[in-house]
């Protein structure tokens, strides 16, 4: 089973953030939280990954709290190519290639 | 630089069939991993091949069974097929020296299974 929990939908506005939330409360030491979304029809994408420390790269940013039993993915100026399925993972690393994924959130941008 | 490949795009087959589906990994990964994911909901892991061998497996029947070739791409092998198998079935590779820590999807075959 998934061992995080999230919101089954959202909207954003078109150029607005997009802050989608994600619960882990039992995440362990050594469990990293990953990203990753679906738009309709196509694989999952891989988005960021992080540990304890924000992360920030080309697509996103990761904001992990201090106990690390919920994290914030933001998309900083969503737009309509946004609109996707976002599942939030916790994985061990090194673990391979096992990924398990939730129900996810489904975010909406609208113009 | 090419992704990861997968074919046929979709696949229509009758209970009791047989179907094999087809998985090449992005240029220089070296791991594939197979999903299925039902309508709605999210992709579930099937099993893991690396160096030619199953190496990780989920829930799912014997029915379910791969192989990895030297170039490492990879087949899915269903038998017996049930109306249940009716999915998107979902290959990715990785980097075994990443730890497999970012995985790269394809884009599915979509299995329907009549």
């Known amino acids: 089973d998934a061992k995080t929990t999230q919101p089954p939908s959202m909207d954003c506005a078109e150029g607005r953030a997009a802050n989608l939330p994600c619960n882990h409360s039992?995440?362990?030491?050594?469990?990293?939280v990953y990203w990753y979304r679906q738009i309709h029809s196509q694989g999952p994408q891989y988005i960021i990954h992080g540990l304890k420390n924000n992360e920030t790269n080309e697509m996103a940013s990761l904001i992990i709290t201090e106990d690390r039993k919920s994290s914030t993915l933001i998309l900083p100026h969503a737009t309509l190519r946004d609109t996707a399925v976002y599942y939030c993972?916790?994985?061990?690393?090194?673990?391979?290639?096992?990924?398990?994924f939730g129900q996810g959130t489904e975010l909406s941008v609208k113009p | 630089d090419a992704g990861v490949t997968q074919s046929p795009t979709h696949l229509i087959k009758t209970r009791g069939q047989q179907v094999t589906l087809r998985c090449s990994p992005k240029?220089?990964?070296?791991?594939v991993s197979w999903y299925q994911q039902a309508l709605g909901q999210g992709p579930q892991f099937i099993f893991q091949?690396?160096?030619?061998?199953?190496?990780q497996r989920g829930n799912f029947p014997d029915r379910f069974s791969g192989h990895q070739f030297p170039n490492y791409s990879s087949e899915l092998n269903v038998n017996a097929l049930l109306l249940g198998d009716s999915a998107l079935y979902l290959c990715a590779s990785s980097l075994e020296a990443g730890g497999g820590n970012e995985q790269f999807f394809g884009p599915g075959t979509r299995l329907t299974v009549l």
């Open positions: 039992t995440i362990s030491g050594n469990e990293y």
């Open positions: 993972i916790v994985r061990e690393w090194n673990q391979g290639g096992k990924l398990i």
């Open positions: 091949y690396y160096e030619e061998e199953e190496r």
């Open positions: 240029s220089g990964h070296d791991t």
